[in-house]
């Protein structure tokens, strides 16, 4: 089975700091996504990347970063969190082409 | 631009009922998928629905794709507690990389 790994459940950072939310899979996948989840708001998604070192915005990039230096790796990064970043974030991977995604656990984030 | 809508957004419905979520998009495609979401949890894949009148079942789920209508139904039967979730259909935006786009959601409380 496809294992997409969030290397967090619940994370709590303060306003203004850098934080890291890391996502690596394990089965050669090309792309990858990362989305936020709010109540009544449903999948946004953030950034995702169609290979190492390729990056495309999504509907919602602001305040958000993306690293791939690995192919199975994917990095969100928040460059300046703030409380309004609050929220569920899922990373997903699939291969290339009309496939479904596989999903991690989630991050749950608190800004305060 | 692939739009997707879910109906209904909200579903409560008793045991041993009969339902049907509906997920309409407005441009082609032939590709759709179903998504379940347990509360705190992430996502898990249902089905994929391939070609105009495919047909998927798995229990009490069954999951129905009309590519001429731009129309996929999930339907649920007699209804048991341990499916309420959140459900999402999901479809295959053909010129665009293939990605996803994503409906709000149907979150479905079943009560004994």
């Known amino acids: 089975d496809v294992k997409v790994t969030q290397s967090s459940r619940y994370l709590v950072k303060r306003t203004g700091e850098k934080v890291f939310l890391e996502c690596v899979q394990d089965?050669?996948?090309?792309?990858m996504f990362w989305y936020r989840q709010d109540p009544g708001l449903g999948l946004r998604l953030i950034y995702f990347?169609?290979?190492?070192?390729?990056?495309e915005k999504g509907d919602i990039p602001e305040g958000y970063s993306v690293s791939r230096e690995k192919k199975e790796r994917f990095s969100l990064i928040l460059e300046s969190a703030s409380t309004n970043q609050t929220s569920m974030y899922l990373c997903?991977?699939?291969?290339?082409?009309?496939?479904?995604?596989?999903f991690g656990s989630g991050t749950r984030l608190t800004v305060v | 631009e692939l739009k997707v809508e879910q109906n209904p957004l909200f579903l409560s419905m008793q045991e041993g009922k009969n339902y049907t979520i509906y997920c309409n998009y407005s441009?082609?495609?032939?590709?759709l998928y179903w998504y379940r979401q347990d509360p705190g949890k992430s996502l898990e894949s249902l089905f994929v629905?391939?070609?105009n009148g495919a047909v998927k079942q798995e229990g009490r789920l069954m999951a129905s794709l009309d590519t001429k209508a731009r129309l996929s139904t999930l339907h649920i039967t007699a209804a048991v507690h341990d499916l309420s979730a959140t459900y999402f259909c999901?479809?295959?935006?053909?010129?665009?990389?293939?990605?996803?786009?994503w409906g709000a959601g149907t979150k479905l409380i079943i009560k004994p």
């Open positions: 999901a479809v295959v935006m053909m010129d665009s990389n293939y990605q996803l786009i």
């Open positions: 441009t082609t495609s032939d590709r």
């Open positions: 629905l391939l070609s």
């Open positions: 089965m050669d996948h090309e792309n």
């Open positions: 990347s169609y290979d190492v070192k390729m990056k």
């Open positions: 997903a991977s699939s291969l290339r082409g009309p496939y479904g995604y596989t």
